[in-house]
């Protein structure tokens, strides 16, 4: 199932280079971060939204993404680009650059800017959204 068509599904500028596209299932692989192999599935089972940043992306220290929202940097994937993982494991937004105002605007799309929504609340991100 693919979500490309959904608000939260959002290509960043520059885009992001081949794999899959905002709106897709993440596929799992072995993945490198903090310094030790893990597959990516493993790595992002903590609910919320996972932004994952490329080995050589920029830092984003002005972001605050909120309590529910967790941060991995991929050693393990070359390039400078940025994919956010919703909670129900769909691509949300992707960029070739990782860029601070661009990410902060899809999170508050997202709900994500002061932490998502309780899971339990009607409200909160559903796989359909």
């Given at each position: 199932t693919s979500y490309r068509g959904s608000p939260l599904s959002?290509?960043?500028?520059?885009?992001?280079?081949?794999?899959?596209?905002?709106?897709?299932?993440?596929?799992d692989r072995l993945v490198r971060a903090d310094?030790?192999?893990i597959r990516l599935h493993e790595l992002l089972a903590r609910p919320g939204v996972h932004i994952l940043l490329d080995r050589d992306a920029g830092r984003l220290e002005d972001l605050a993404p909120g309590r529910f929202v967790t941060m991995h940097r991929l050693?393990?994937?070359?390039?400078?680009?940025?994919?956010?993982?919703?909670p129900d494991g769909h691509i949300g937004f992707r960029a070739g650059t990782a860029?601070?105002?661009?990410?902060?605007?899809?999170?508050?799309?997202?709900?994500?800017?002061?932490?998502?929504r309780?899971?339990?609340?009607?409200?909160r991100l559903r796989a359909s959204e």
């Open positions: 959002v290509e960043g500028t520059p885009p992001g280079r081949g794999g899959p596209r905002a709106g897709d299932r993440l596929p310094g030790r192999s050693t393990s994937a070359p390039g400078r680009g940025v994919t956010v993982v919703r860029e601070a105002g661009q990410l902060a605007a899809w999170l508050a799309l997202a709900g994500a800017a002061k932490g998502l309780d899971h339990t609340s009607p409200g």
